[in-house]
């Protein structure tokens, strides 16, 4: 094992792809020579040549229009979209045609293909390099949607994705790169150094899609969360003094609801955390599937936690951001419902 | 005053057509390059016409291709069926049969010319206007019209509309219905064809209406980046459903001179004229082969019938317009040069439309006894679940139970 950061987690799991498989080509806007703009997929083009790793136009609906093409005739492309707020011009693509192919042909043709996307705020990154349209991508049948919170399942689930026959979304929170975030700003740094998940096997391995994680467990509450929201909703924990169960989805869909049920038909109490806008989040979907399964198992109703319905504001993102003292508090006033 | 300007067709429903001035000032007899000719040493090829029959469909000029006796008659063969075909498709739509349907009437040229100067391990990107492809290539027609009738042995299970077919053994790519999707895609496999160091290349085909989509341009921009071998067509039949060709910028201008600036080759060419569309389709697939990149190709044509079953063109053009285009009937065309060269007759080509017409019509009785969209089998309901992905999800799965299948 080796102390990694999330970005020399997703590199390795780049470099692990390409030496064992030569279908995968790896390629995006300055991911090729300069290695991306995050450095995710640094020193691979020298590694394996510049026809495995290479730049792109700026195009997305170009770079994921040609993948699905390269997809249909054999190869695996795990293609970066620069930020996932740069996604939409590659929409169509995605939604109409990449997760749609397998069902429209009746798997006369299929599309493995990988999309990697940074997400999320807290980097001073204002409205257009902090956002979390995850929602947007669980809405679409035929994808599959991950967002990662920590080096060890970064590597694990980005090569299962590479893996997988279908088109898959892999968000990865920029502000966890470097280290877990406790939704303080004024805290500290952390780093991956000595962090548990940052223990990363330098080998080949990957994680099974569609399973979350019981990051704590504990009896008095459950927190259903992902991304960079599962270090606030622990420090969160932590902080309520509470006895506080937290549950990292890892893969938003297809969900793991077994694992959901059983610990909110354990706690009886549940809040729901992300760090996306609130209305049509996909918090609203998580919510809806415990109402489902475990309403008589309640004892009080389920709040959610989410961004506001503002754009990320460049200023004023501490506003914005579903905080520490935010989670805190919905912990207390589902405590007391 | 209000200043701005919206483009309009010359002509409107009542009017008298008269293309009589369209082509004056362009050349119609142009050089054949080598296949590694440099874009800008081709303009005159993008604002030009490629034509090999002439007007008293006559062999001239440069492209005249090497094609031999059997290619030509296939090709006839080819057209006058997918005619056939359609025809008693839309028939068979217009009595319920199916939900849609969309003929490619004056395009035959288009897609059978083209996939005759292919190779079969070359890739069809296609929109929905070229089924010549599939019958060229020897797709059955009752698989064709299982899936027209949505009926229980449509290979694509219900789910498509008719006309969106997928053949992937005939190397033909599943289609879409969302307009010019496939541009970057046929650019993808073309660029995956060159990294695997394979021979094969892509070919693709949209409208000039679909020119304007993010699509169109992205593909055109990967294509050069990347020099992939790749066949861009578009298919200048000068109608998108009701809007003309001057919505999507073309007026005073050709799509094939979109080329250029990307550091594309452009060549235009008489769309309706199957030695021109086969002359050219072998030099850009040479080309292509050869490493050089794409070629960008404006089939300039007519969209003799409607856009499909949905539209009356009598409402937005002249109900006669195509009587007036110069350039003829593709299948007219091609059937006077075979007969003048001795190979073809009249009676001939008599017996040969009688026997299509036989063979679509025993084809119909059979996929109708299959069932139709309304009427009779139907693929199992149970299917609907499959093949979102490989492996179905457990929220499916309760979904099916849900459903009770």
Wanted: hydrophobic share 40%.
């Amino acid at each position: 094992m080796t102390q990694m950061n999330m970005i020399q987690a997703i590199n390795s799991a780049h470099e692990n792809l390409l030496e064992r498989d030569k279908s995968v080509v790896v390629f995006g806007e300055d991911a090729g020579y300069f290695g991306g703009v995050f450095n995710a997929t640094e020193g691979l083009q020298e590694k394996f040549g510049k026809q495995r790793c290479f730049d792109t136009p700026i195009s997305e609906g170009g770079i994921i229009g040609a993948a699905i093409g390269m997809a249909v005739n054999g190869l695996k492309p795990l293609v970066e979209i620069q930020f996932s707020d740069y996604i939409y011009p590659g929409f169509d693509q995605i939604v109409s045609e990449a997760a749609r192919i397998r069902y429209r042909s009746a798997a006369d043709f299929t599309v493995p293909l990988t999309i990697r996307t940074p997400c999320g705020g807290g980097i001073r990154g204002g409205q257009t390099h902090s956002q979390s349209p995850e929602a947007i991508f669980t809405h679409v049948s035929g994808l599959k949607t991950i967002m990662v919170s920590n080096p060890y399942d970064a590597k694990g689930l980005l090569i299962a994705a590479v893996e997988d026959p279908d088109p898959v979304i892999f968000f990865e929170p920029k502000r966890l790169y470097n280290g877990p975030f406790s939704g303080d700003p004024a805290a500290p740094s952390q780093s991956w150094e000595n962090h548990e998940f940052g223990d990363v096997p330098e080998k080949y391995y990957s994680l099974p899609l569609g399973k979350a994680r019981v990051v704590k467990e504990g009896a008095d509450l459950s927190i259903i969360t992902y991304g960079t929201m599962v270090h606030v909703s622990l420090a969160a924990a932590e902080k309520s003094g509470l006895d506080v169960e937290v549950i990292d989805l890892r893969t938003l869909s297809p969900i793991d609801l077994e694992t959901i049920t059983a610990s909110v038909q354990k706690t009886g109490r549940c809040l729901v955390v992300h760090e996306a806008t609130f209305t049509g989040g996909y918090g609203g979907e998580i919510l809806s599937l415990i109402q489902e399964n475990c309403f008589y198992n309640l004892e009080a109703p389920i709040r959610r936690v989410a961004g506001w319905d503002i754009p990320y504001p460049h200023a004023f993102e501490w506003e914005y951001f579903p905080g520490l003292d935010r989670v805190v508090r919905a912990i207390n006033i589902v405590m007391e419902g | 005053m209000n200043k701005l300007k919206i483009p309009a067709p010359k002509y409107r429903p009542g009017d008298a057509p008269n293309f009589e001035n369209m082509m004056v000032g362009v050349n119609q007899n142009l050089s054949k390059p080598n296949i590694d000719s440099a874009p800008l040493d081709m303009m005159d090829h993008a604002l030009g016409l490629v034509r090999v029959l002439n007007d008293e469909g006559e062999l001239y000029g440069e492209w005249i291709p090497d094609i031999s006796d059997d290619e030509l008659l296939k090709g006839l063969s080819d057209m006058v069926i997918t005619r056939i075909y359609d025809d008693r498709m839309q028939v068979m739509q217009r009595v319920g049969k199916m939900s849609f349907y969309l003929k490619c009437t004056g395009e035959e040229a288009i897609a059978v010319a083209q996939t005759a100067a292919l190779e079969d391990q070359d890739m069809c990107f296609a929109s929905y206007r070229q089924q010549g492809i599939l019958i060229a290539r020897g797709f059955p027609l009752l698989t064709m019209m299982n899936h027209c009738l949505s009926n229980s042995q449509d290979i694509c299970k219900g789910r498509q509309l008719p006309i969106m077919y997928t053949w992937s053994e005939g190397n033909y790519f599943t289609i879409s219905g969302n307009l010019g999707t496939q541009f970057p895609q046929a650019v993808g496999w073309a660029m995956a064809s060159a990294y695997k160091g394979e021979s094969a290349v892509a070919s693709t085909w949209i409208g000039d209406g679909t020119t304007a989509t993010n699509d169109f341009h992205q593909g055109m921009t990967f294509a050069s980046v990347y020099k992939a071998p790749a066949l861009l067509n578009v298919v200048n039949n000068q109608w998108a459903i009701s809007s003309f060709q001057g919505f999507a910028a073309g007026e005073g201008t050709t799509f094939a001179s979109r080329g250029i600036g990307y550091g594309i080759p452009g060549i235009r060419l008489d769309g309706n004229d199957f030695l021109a569309v086969y002359a050219v389709t072998k030099w850009a697939a040479e080309r292509a082969r050869a490493g050089h990149g794409s070629t960008l190709i404006e089939h300039f044509t007519y969209r003799a019938a409607a856009h499909s079953t949905s539209d009356d063109p009598s409402k937005y053009r002249p109900e006669n317009e195509q009587e007036f285009w110069p350039f003829g009937d593709p299948i007219d065309r091609l059937k006077a040069y075979v007969i003048k060269k001795g190979i073809w007759s009249e009676k001939k080509h008599e017996a040969l439309v009688k026997e299509h017409t036989k063979t679509v019509f025993d084809a119909y009785k059979k996929a109708e006894s299959y069932g139709t969209l309304s009427s009779g089998d139907r693929p199992e309901v149970s299917t609907i679940f499959e093949d979102i992905f490989e492996q179905p999800t457990n929220t499916l799965r309760r979904q099916r139970q849900e459903l009770g299948i």
